[in-house]
């Protein structure tokens, strides 16, 4: 337990921190925790955020995982298989069992500082190769998504994102957007493309029907 958390425990047993102060400073500290794990954010300190807290704490085991088909069954063959159930304060967004995401999903820290979260299975594989991509291509996205508990276009009647399993990654979505994929950065930088396609990731900037330029997920 780090010295603010025992200081903060100390304060709650001596009384300093009670009542209504202390319900808010439970609410901002959870609304904090939930905007950094990509939770829904509502304040409220439930299980999903109390696994977060967890998570924070461990240190994952990043092993690496096969690439699977891109089909479900195989996703959750390879990626694994949770309990969700909706978000009752965002539109397409899921809450995912907190036992699966502390088990499975893990804080990755790029060479330029700025991290997200993904699967363990695939952490050292992508902090790899976006290194890679950046050094051969000359091109650095400043932002990175990997785990997102929703929906496919946050629509709730759409099979679920691969974004819930942090298997795939968005780079730069206001400069790699969905639809024609000529002026995205990631076009004009084809090797930052081949670093991951070689690794066998797929880059949606190839997909006929909805081509998505910043996406790169980890299936066949």
């Known amino acids: ?4 958390a025992r200081w903060n425990l100390k304060q709650i047993e001596a009384g300093v921190l009670e009542g ?3 319900g808010e400073v439970i609410r901002r500290g959870a609304l904090a925790i939930q905007k950094e794990h990509g939770l829904s954010e509502d304040g409220l300190c439930g299980p999903a ?4 807290i967890a998570l924070d704490n461990e240190e994952p085991d990043h092993g690496s995982l096969e690439i699977p088909r891109n089909s479900r069954s195989d996703i959750a063959r390879v990626y694994g298989t949770f309990d969700y159930e909706p978000s009752e304060s965002q539109r397409g967004a899921i809450i995912i069992d907190s036992a699966w995401v502390r088990e499975n999903i893990v804080k990755v820290v790029f060479h330029t500082g700025k991290h997200t979260w993904c699967h363990k299975g695939i952490a050292d594989e992508l902090k790899s190769l976006f290194k890679e991509a950046c050094d051969r291509s000359g091109y650095t996205p400043k932002s990175a998504w990997s785990w997102v508990a929703r929906h496919q276009r946050w629509d709730p009647k759409r099979p679920l994102s691969l974004h819930s399993w942090g298997c795939c990654i968005d780079f730069d979505p206001k400069l790699n957007g969905v639809g024609p994929v000529e002026d995205s950065k990631l076009y004009k930088h084809p090797e930052f493309v081949e670093v991951f396609e070689n690794a066998g990731w797929t880059w949606g900037g190839r997909w006929k029907r909805y081509p998505d330029a910043m996406h790169f997920q980890r299936t066949k």
């Open 1 to 4: 337990m780090s010295f603010e």
């Open 20 to 22: 209504e102060t202390l």
């Open 49 to 52: 955020t109390i696994g977060a």
